[in-house]
Nanobody, 115 residues
Framework: QVQLVESGGGLVQAGGSLRLSCAAS????????MGWYRQAPEKPRELVAD???????NYADSVKGRFTISRDNAKNTLYLQMNSLKPEDTAVYYC?????????WGQGTQVTVSS
């Protein structure tokens, strides 16, 4: 099975930047679509960005132009570069790996953006 561990969260002021990392224990090359989701208190979990097996990226409208998702298959790591952070970005961010048969989740990392 694939195990996912997120890191890089923390407290940042509005307008600042953070880079989240998701380290996978197994190879992610060509096997899984990878994505970042987030969940704020009293709100449903939502897709932030994902990247397909073929490398196509997709972003939520709320983060387009500010966030960048990337994957380094050689290092088995997924990244989320977050720039121009806003207080409404505050949430627990989760890494996800999916294919036809499996659906894996990390335990999340807290991102808090102060005003």
């Amino acid at each position: 099975q694939v195990q996912l561990v997120e890191s890089g969260g923390g407290l940042v002021q509005a307008g600042g930047s953070l880079r989240l990392s998701c380290a996978a224990s197994g190879s992610i090359s060509s096997r899984y679509a990878m994505g970042w989701y987030r969940q704020a208190p009293e709100k449903p979990r939502e897709l932030v960005a994902d990247v397909s097996r073929g490398g196509r990226t997709n972003y939520a409208d709320s983060v387009k132009g500010r966030f960048t998702i990337s994957r380094d298959n050689a290092k088995n790591t997924l990244y989320l570069q977050m720039n121009s952070l806003k207080p409404e970005d505050t949430a627990v961010y989760y890494c996800n790996a999916q294919n036809y048969y499996y659906d894996y989740w990390g335990q999340g990392t807290q991102v808090t953006v102060s005003s």
